[in-house]
């Protein structure tokens, strides 16, 4: 068996039991349920980080800080199948809306540390392809740049587009593949979609490798509403 195989089966039995007992304390009719949130989001917490920060593999990104509503999203994409990762499904299979929006909200207040920089080796003329990606686009294949929506800083965009820093290349690179395959999919119009298939390999590990380089920045919060229109139609993001 495929060692990723083998740690993905090991991570679902982990994440499988901490979802048993959070559902089991969110289903008690008693006064079971802890009252603090951090005690509630233990199994999220378990996976993720103590705060939300990810951790060192390819299976859990970090979400402390994201904008409530891009984490909302994710969750009830997980439970309701626009997501697909068996032990998130499992896990918030049978939490309502309102449950998952405190979870999100709780999330998207935190900011701890950054992770450090991935290090490995990538030549500058790859990084700087990324840059140029990441930052300008392609307009002759009409590839807006991906600042153009996640923010200057690329910290997100409130109310629902998240940051794009404090991630590992392997994550984003992963994240984009589900996007450009359609196993990964939004409301429609699905604008990821519509940008992931005009990627080619070449452009996914240029930018997620310069962007997993990059170094915290000095606000690492989501910006403010743009009132600017996005440079197309996403049917998850208010227009």
Same mark, same amino acid.
């Given at each position: ?41 233990? $199994? ?9 920060? @990810? %951790? ?6 970090? +979400? !402390? #800080? ?85 923010? $200057? ?9 998240? @940051? %794009? ?6 994550? +984003? !690179? #992963? ?65």
């Amino acid at each position: 068996m495929h060692c990723r195989t083998i740690g993905s089966s090991i991570l679902f039995v982990v994440c499988s039991v901490w979802a048993c007992t959070t559902l089991a304390a969110a289903g008690d009719a008693g006064s079971s349920m802890p009252s603090a949130m951090d005690e509630r989001v233990r $199994a999220c917490t378990s996976c993720h980080g103590v705060q939300g920060q @990810g %951790l060192n593999n390819d299976y859990f990104p970090r +979400i !402390a #800080g994201k904008p409530a509503d891009y984490l909302f999203n994710q969750l009830s994409s997980f439970r309701d199948g626009g997501r697909t990762y068996p032990p998130m499904g499992y896990l918030i299979a049978f939490l309502p809306d309102d449950y998952l929006r405190k979870i999100s909200q709780y999330f998207a207040d935190l900011q701890p540390a950054y992770p450090n920089a991935d290090t490995g080796s990538v030549s500058p003329a790859v990084l700087a392809y990324g840059e140029r990606l990441v930052t300008h686009g392609d307009p002759a294949r009409k590839l807006p740049a991906c600042a153009a929506c996640h923010g $200057a800083r690329l910290t997100g965009t409130q109310p629902g587009i998240p @940051g %794009l820093l404090g991630l590992h290349a392997s994550y +984003i !690179a #992963g994240q984009m593949g589900t996007w450009r395959s359609g196993t990964r999919h939004a409301i429609a119009p699905d604008c990821m979609h519509s940008i992931a298939v005009k990627l080619t390999d070449k452009d996914i590990t240029a930018v997620s490798s310069w962007l997993a380089r990059q170094p915290r920045p000095d606000d690492p919060r989501p910006a403010p509403v743009s009132v600017a229109a996005l440079p197309l139609a996403c049917g998850s993001q208010p227009q």
